[in-house]
């Protein structure tokens, strides 16, 4: 079976500043910005598929394509009648993203409505992908589903990869969104946490905590993210702190720790060290905030 790397989440319009008052429209979010740099990172022998709900307009249409335009598979994305998809505006301050966002009618929160749709994508993947955004969108009957879905595939072999991705904005409140962050670990095997998002919402005094804290809910491999500082790593033979690599210049931060899970993930999946998979990450981050927008063009040198 051809291998397959599956996300599973949110792709949006993004309208991103390009020229003065001026904006762009891309497509972008944190899943999919991941599935897109993990296309351009694995081997051309690996399947990269995302899962998802659109609507039937023609935004949804656009989207659809730009992911098939991106060798992205499609077949798990499902239609919604009378939905379309989520919308944000990004902003930037001294390189600094901020996002206002419409997505309420969002066709992805549908994505688990239907467990069929979800056990179909599951059972054919070899890694499965998803973030804290992933769960924040779905109604709480639906998100039930999905993780009962995600374990039931844990158990018949499928890897299991998870960035907490911590948005109190979508959840009912902060207390909810721990709780559900925490229950989802339980059945994960890798963790990409970000250290700042941990301390600031689960009150981690340093990336030791937050290490200790995945690993008692049974991650295996733990990968805490710290802007600039060092990367905390945690695997069965011990833990080791990574030195990141530094930006020649931050212009966009938007999608540094997506494009860093998608570079240590693609070296995971080649066999590469867990040590080299987090320097190569880093690097792929760092060429990412280099430039403005989510999806960028990376070094050719990064690619080989």
Not at 55 to 72: R, T, V
Request: overall charge negative; proline content about 4%.
């Amino acid at each position: 079976m051809t291998p397959t790397f599956l996300s599973v989440g949110e792709c949006m319009v993004e309208m991103a500043p390009f020229d003065n008052d001026l904006f762009k429209m891309n497509f972008a979010g944190d899943t999919l910005n991941t599935a897109w740099y993990a296309r351009q990172l694995l081997p051309v022998d690996w399947r990269v598929s995302y899962c998802t709900c659109i609507g039937e307009d023609q935004l949804s249409a656009q989207m659809h394509a730009f992911m098939e335009a991106s060798s992205i598979d499609t077949s798990h994305i499902s239609t919604v009648p009378n939905r379309t998809v989520g919308l944000y505006v990004t902003q930037l301050d001294g390189g600094e993203r901020s996002f206002t966002y419409w997505r309420e009618n969002s066709a992805a929160r549908r994505l688990a409505a239907r467990s069929d749709h979800i056990e179909a994508a599951f059972v054919a993947a070899g890694i499965i992908f998803f973030s804290g955004i992933t769960l924040a969108i779905l109604p709480e009957a639906d998100r039930a589903v999905f993780l009962d879905q995600l374990e039931k595939a844990r158990r018949n072999g499928v890897q299991v990869a998870f960035d907490p991705n911590l948005r109190p904005q979508l959840w009912e409140n902060e207390d909810v969104m721990c709780r559900q962050i925490m229950a989802a670990a339980r059945i994960c095997d890798i963790v990409m946490p970000s250290f700042e998002d941990e301390a600031r919402y689960f009150s981690d005094e340093n990336p030791q905590k937050t290490v200790n804290r995945y690993k008692k809910a049974g991650a295996n491999l733990l990968v805490v993210k710290n802007g600039p500082n060092d990367i905390l790593l945690s695997t069965f033979e011990g833990q080791t702190t990574v030195q990141a690599q530094r930006a020649a210049k931050v212009v966009d931060t938007t999608a540094a720790g997506d494009s860093f899970n998608a570079g240590f993930l693609a070296k995971l999946l080649a066999d590469e060290t867990p040590v080299d998979a987090v320097q190569y990450g880093s690097k792929i981050a760092a060429q990412v905030i280099g430039q403005r927008g989510a999806l960028v063009d990376l070094d050719p040198d990064l690619l080989k």
